[in-house]
C-alpha cells in the first residue's frame, strides 16, 4: 500500500525559511520520481517541483526557481522541499505526489502559511 507522509509545514515570516519532509512507503522508492505540489485556498493544485530518479535531474516551478530545492534520500525513503526567501504567495497546502503503476497517489499534505 503506497503511503505519503508529509510534515514540515507552519508559520513563517516573509523572507523566512522552512523544509518540508515526504516519508515514503509501499513502493520501491528508488525507482520513481517524486513531486511536490500546493494548492492554495480557492485555487487549483499546482505543480512546484519534481526529481527524478536519474541523475537527480530536478525541475521546478518558474516563480520557485532559486528559491526552492527538491532533493532525496534514497536510503530513507524521504524526499524534501528546501523553500527560502518565502513569499505570501507561497502560502498552501503542500502535497507529495508519486505515480505508482498508473495511479497518482498523495499524502495528506502540510499546511505552509507566509504572513507577518
Known amino acids: 500500500q503506497v503511503q505519503l507522509v508529509e510534515s514540515g509545514g507552519g508559520l513563517v515570516q516573509p523572507g523566512g525559511s522552512l523544509r518540508l519532509s515526504c516519508e515514503a512507503s509501499?513502493?520501491?522508492?528508488?525507482?520513481?520520481?517524486i513531486a511536490w505540489y500546493r494548492q492554495a485556498p480557492e485555487k487549483e493544485r499546482e505543480f512546484v517541483a519534481r526529481?527524478?530518479?536519474?541523475?537527480?535531474?530536478?525541475s521546478y516551478k518558474d516563480s520557485v526557481k532559486g528559491r526552492f530545492t527538491i532533493s532525496r534520500d534514497n536510503a530513507k525513503n524521504a524526499v524534501y522541499l528546501q523553500m527560502n526567501s518565502l513569499k505570501p504567495e507561497d502560502t498552501a497546502v503542500y502535497y507529495c505526489n508519486v505515480e505508482y503503476s498508473g495511479d497518482n497517489y498523495w499524502g495528506q499534505g502540510t499546511q505552509v502559511t507566509v504572513s507577518s
Open positions: 509501499g513502493f520501491t522508492f528508488s525507482r520513481y520520481d
Open positions: 526529481i527524478f530518479t536519474i541523475g537527480g535531474i530536478t
